[in-house]
T-cell receptor, first 110, second 116 residues
Framework: LAKTTQPISMDSYEGQEVNITCSHN???????ITWYQQFPSQGPRFIIQ???TKVTNEVASLFIPADRKSSTLSLPRVSLSDTAVYYC???????????FGTGTRLTVIP | DSGVTQTPKHLITATGQRVTLRCSPR?????VYWYQQSLDQGLQFLIQ???????AKGNILERFSAQQFPDLHSELNLSSLELGDSALYFC???????????????FGPGTRLTVL
């Protein structure tokens, strides 16, 4: 099964770079790795998606090693508004199933 | 605003009852996903529909069913409700087709179901 595991929580000071790693075994070679952000009482919001190596957009970077058994979401210079829960999403195409990780609660401290 | 709408926002009902949750995807999106989020189980994928057809199935109970209509809106039916079914139910949509599971999904605001 394509399960995903993440750290339960992380704290960071404002202005620092935060890296959150997700382990996802058995991910298929042609499946994307996706990360979402969720604020309390809201639906998750797409952050970034990648297939291999490194992807960067205006809010984050995503690093995926060659074996694709993990991925790291990097948030540069976090602010208080980045306090949220971050989820990685694993896809098991063969079994037609999706697995969200348990989520990492990021708390940004002033 | 993601462009995905869900109704109702809140629903309170009793055990044994049946409820229907409704989702309208973003304009142009053919895929609809349903998720359940509870405190002890996190975000659980239930089911996906693509252009009216069931595309993928996750941890959906037999008491739950869904469908996607020709106008692409979707309904999730929950029956014989139990206390443990109390949760937030999210709908998401994406443009991804049948060949792609997952992809960038746009989530609605959710329906909070409370079973008493």
């Amino acid at each position: 099964l394509a399960k995903t595991t993440q750290p339960i929580s992380m704290d960071s000071y404002e202005g620092q770079e935060v890296n959150i790693t997700c382990s996802h075994n058995n991910i298929a070679t042609n499946d994307y790795i996706t990360w979402y952000q969720q604020f309390p009482s809201q639906g998750p919001r797409f952050i970034i998606q990648g297939y291999k190596t490194k992807v960067t957009n205006e809010v984050a970077s995503l690093f995926i090693p060659a074996d694709r058994k993990s991925s790291t979401l990097s948030l540069p210079r976090v602010s208080l508004s980045d306090t949220a829960v971050y989820y990685c999403l694993g896809v098991q195409t063969g079994a037609n199933n999706l697995f969200f990780g348990t989520g990492t609660r990021l708390t940004v401290i002033p | 605003d993601s462009g995905v709408t869900q109704t109702p926002k809140h629903l309170i009902t009793a055990t044994g009852q049946r409820v229907t949750l409704r989702c309208s995807p973003r304009s142009g999106d053919l895929s609809v996903y349903w998720y359940q989020q509870s405190l002890d189980q996190g975000l659980q994928f239930l089911i996906q529909y693509y252009n009216g057809e069931e595309r993928a199935k996750g941890n959906i109970l037999e008491r739950f069913s869904a469908q996607q209509f020709p106008d692409l809106h979707s309904e999730l039916n929950l029956s014989s409700l139990e206390l443990g079914d109390s949760a937030l139910y999210f709908c998401a949509s994406s443009v991804a087709g049948a060949a792609s599971l997952g992809g960038e999904q746009f989530f609605g605001p959710g329906t909070r179901l409370t079973v008493l």
